[in-house]
């Protein structure tokens, strides 16, 4: 498990050749998707990612979209829902009370069945975006704004990695993402470690993956 707050930024290169920048200490960093690497005395060691073209503005908003676990303020399904309740209760008094008044004054009685067919389709419609957002969760749908072909090119940049399959991405609750993925490849603990980091980039701390031995496939 890891903390809920701000993780490093996932940054994709669409690009197919591999740009290569020297680092401190006179090595090189292959930028392959987001899984850069320094060689050093023939062992791998694992570099930062860089800022997506020098701009930090667009890193911090990269930031931001990247945190699956962070939920902002207004977020929670629980509290919208108990004010949207106490709102609605607000507004039906009020529309009793005109009501209530029409009638005294007018004697128009279908005031009072017209308040209830007006307050009936208002709170119709501020509850159908929660009644959407829970129905995503029970379904396992994936979390909105989870890019997940970006996410499978970027398990694929991983040195060795060779295939990914059955990659599924869902809600256990608002804020609370899980991950499972099958990964063929050449090394499988470096491609279990790496891909692991990958989802905590992400804030995914509840994941998954089956990691398969490329030379014991063929």
């Not at 930090?56 to 108990?82: C, H, L, M």
């Amino acid at each position: 498990s890891g903390s809920n707050g701000a993780s490093p930024v996932v940054h994709v290169d669409a690009s197919t050749s591999s740009e290569q920048k020297s680092a401190p200490n006179g090595n090189h960093i292959n930028l392959n998707g987001d899984t850069r690497n320094a060689q050093q005395n023939g062992e791998t060691t694992e570099q930062k990612p860089a800022v997506a073209n020098g701009d930090p503005k667009g890193d911090k908003t990269k930031k931001e979209q990247s945190n699956f676990s962070a939920i902002k303020e207004g977020e929670n399904v629980n509290v919208r829902s108990a004010i949207i309740h106490i709102i609605g209760d607000i507004v039906q008094s009020i529309g009793v009370v005109i009501a209530a008044v029409v009638i005294y004054y007018t004697g128009w009685t279908h005031a009072d069945p017209l308040c209830t067919y007006l307050f009936s389709i208002l709170v119709t419609l501020t509850t159908l975006p929660i009644a959407k957002e829970c129905w995503v969760i029970l379904m396992e749908g994936t979390p909105d704004g989870f890019n997940l072909e970006e996410f499978s090119n970027l398990l694929l940049s991983i040195r060795g990695v060779v295939e990914i399959h059955d990659l599924h991405v869902w809600n256990l609750s608002i804020g609370k993402p899980a991950l499972n993925a099958h990964i063929v490849a050449e090394d499988p603990k470096y491609a279990l470690r790496l891909a692991s980091k990958l989802a905590k980039k992400y804030g995914i701390y509840h994941s998954t993956f089956q990691v398969e031995n490329l030379s014991l496939i063929h």
